[in-house]
């Protein structure tokens, strides 16, 4: 999994909570993204960061932030969780030169 | 907009059969194309990426091959075991930096 590493596996929130998804590598990968996968609809792109300090909007930013202070963490936020954000969220990196996209194991969200 | 499209959404096979699953997309200009399998409840497993500048990968028994042109790959699995049972998602990385997927084909392998 090219050293991408997710937590919490399983995260279980109320309407209106917040939570932070983390995300982390440790093979300097420069591009880092994630992703929601929901049924039938396949993965959609949340928000993406080639790189320390740089982050843009992928096709379904509304309800996530995130930030790239370092090479190694992108960390997604929620602020205030809605129904909706039940999902499987998934983080990856890309592996620079051939740009082979790597995946995390996976953060299941619940949101009640 | 990036738009991947992949048909058949379902496929149900005997053991032996070969698998012929098609993606398509709508914008050209991509870096590459990507082929996961991904098992139900687990994480994505890249197959094989195919480069905007080549027409096919092989890997064992998987073929993939790229018309960028025409906005089609399709990958080849021979002989087809149970184990191939999973669902196979396509992935267009586009020259905008975006990573566009494809719902998926979900196969069936019977014994």
């Known amino acids: 999994n090219a050293g991408v590493t997710q937590t919490p596996k399983f995260q279980v929130l109320k309407t209106g909570q917040s939570m932070t998804l983390q995300c982390a590598q440790d093979?300097?990968?420069?591009?880092m993204s994630w992703y929601r996968q929901d049924p039938g609809m396949g993965l959609r792109l949340i928000h993406y960061?080639?790189?320390?300090?740089?982050?843009d909007q992928g096709e379904v930013p509304n309800g996530y932030n995130v930030s790239r202070s370092t090479t190694e963490d992108f960390p997604l936020r929620l602020l205030s969780a809605a129904p909706s954000q039940t999902s499987v969220y998934f983080c990856?990196?890309?592996?620079?030169?051939?740009?082979?996209?790597?995946f995390g194991p996976g953060t299941r969200l619940t949101v009640l | 907009k990036q738009e991947v499209t992949q048909i058949p959404a379902a496929l149900s096979v005997p053991e032996g059969e070969n698998l012929v699953l098609n993606c398509s997309f709508t914008?050209?200009?991509?870096?590459?194309l990507q082929w996961f399998r991904q098992d139900p409840g687990k994480g994505l497993t890249s197959l094989l990426l195919?480069?905007?500048?080549?027409r096919e990968q092989t890997s064992g028994r998987l073929n993939a091959s790229l018309d960028k042109s025409s906005g089609r790959s399709t990958l080849y699995i021979a002989a087809s075991q149970p184990g191939d049972s999973a669902t196979y998602l396509c992935?267009?990385?586009?020259?905008?930096?975006?990573?566009?997927f494809g719902a998926g084909t979900t196969v069936t392998v019977r014994a």
């Open positions: 990856a990196v890309v592996i620079r030169g051939g740009n082979e996209q790597f």
């Open positions: 093979m300097n990968h420069e591009y």
């Open positions: 960061s080639v790189g320390a300090g740089i982050t």
């Open positions: 914008d050209s200009a991509i870096y590459n």
């Open positions: 195919i480069q905007s500048s080549q």
């Open positions: 992935a267009v990385f586009s020259n905008d930096y975006k990573l566009s």
